[in-house]
């Protein structure tokens, strides 16, 4: 797939959740690195999605005064960072997308190095990689290699650090409704056999204020993720999965009654005599549940599409 890219318009997206205590900071060293940009040429809209804090995020982003356009994205409850995301690329105008994190840990001036690298090329993903981690050894750097490695087995994947935040891609790449999970981790891995993925070092700063969300429960979380994206990573596949274990169900049926009738009259066994009937009947039942099954889960995706379509989890501030 060639894209054709209009490099000079990007759509920052930046979720927050609890970092009131961030939020002007990052704001202030965001727009100076942008005003620079914007002198050459370059148009940018940033979108902070605010994912239900309990905090005064929500209120200290609507004191936010930026030259540059700033939409403010507010959850109606938590939602987790990737839906976040995924809520910020859908009111995005633009399609270049550029993802930062809100707790200050990134370096908005490692935007610049990475745009430079992005344009330069088509049909690409600019992924940041964070050689020199500034977080807890135990609780944030060991979980994270674990992960790490976890996902480039199970996915073939050449990136050294899934996990960080800063990326910029073409979001005319994703299809949203393709993916579920940890979508900001995992998403650069699942779209890796077709797009080129160029890594960059980027600075990385310790947490000076807020909690981070994240722990060791990462590492089971992406294991789950990985199951189900192997199991589902074809269009459909559980569709023609549960089609084929019933289609393999009532061939086994039939195999068992062949054989309850040839012990019959072949070899003068009565019915009772085996568990064929029991077999059969189980095998006969199973190929019905899993068809039935089938057409259920056919019906509610139907259902939670039209709804999902219709119902937004999201307002928009400003």
Do not use: W
């Not at 839906?83 to 997308?97: D, H, L, Q, R, T």
């Not at 993802?99 to 088509?122: A, F, H, R, T």
């Not at 054989?259 to 059969?280: D, G």
């Not at 995706?301 to 400003?318: A, V």
């Amino acid at each position: 797939m060639c894209i054709i890219y209009s490099y000079m318009n990007f759509s920052i997206i930046i979720p927050l959740y609890n970092e009131a205590e961030n939020v002007n900071q990052l704001n202030l060293e965001l727009t100076d690195v942008l005003q620079e940009m914007v002198i050459k040429n370059y148009k940018f809209e940033i979108i902070y999605v605010e994912d239900g804090s309990k905090d005064r995020t929500l209120e200290n982003l609507k004191s936010l005064k930026n030259e540059i356009k700033t939409i403010i994205v507010s959850n109606y409850k938590n939602l987790a960072q990737s839906k976040s995301i995924m809520n910020g690329i859908e009111v995005s105008n633009y399609n270049n997308i550029i993802l930062l994190d809100g707790d200050l840990q990134n370096d908005p001036k490692d935007i610049v190095k990475m745009i430079d690298i992005y344009s330069k090329k088509e049909n690409i993903l600019v992924h940041g990689f964070r050689k020199n981690r500034n977080d807890p050894f135990l609780t944030k750097i060991l979980p994270s290699k674990i992960a790490n490695y976890i996902v480039r087995k199970f996915t073939n994947s050449k990136i050294l650090d899934h996990g960080c935040s800063l990326k910029i891609f073409d979001k005319r790449m994703v299809n949203l409704n393709d993916f579920f999970g940890d979508f900001h981790r995992l998403f650069a891995a699942q779209i890796s056999k077709d797009i080129e993925i160029i890594e960059t070092e980027v600075s990385h700063r310790a947490r000076k204020k807020g909690t981070s969300n994240y722990g060791f429960e990462r590492v089971f979380k992406v294991l789950i993720d990985l199951i189900f994206m192997s199991f589902f990573k074809r269009e459909r596949s559980s569709f023609y999965t549960l089609g084929t274990l019933g289609l393999f169900s009532f061939f086994l049926s039939l195999v068992s009654l062949v054989y309850m009738f040839y012990l019959k009259f072949f070899e003068s066994k009565s019915f009772v005599e085996t568990p064929l009937p029991l077999v059969f009947i189980f095998f006969t039942l199973s190929g019905f549940i899993f068809f039935s099954l089938n057409l259920v889960l056919e019906n509610i995706k139907n259902i939670l599409k039209d709804d999902i379509n219709k119902t937004k989890s999201y307002k928009i501030i400003n």
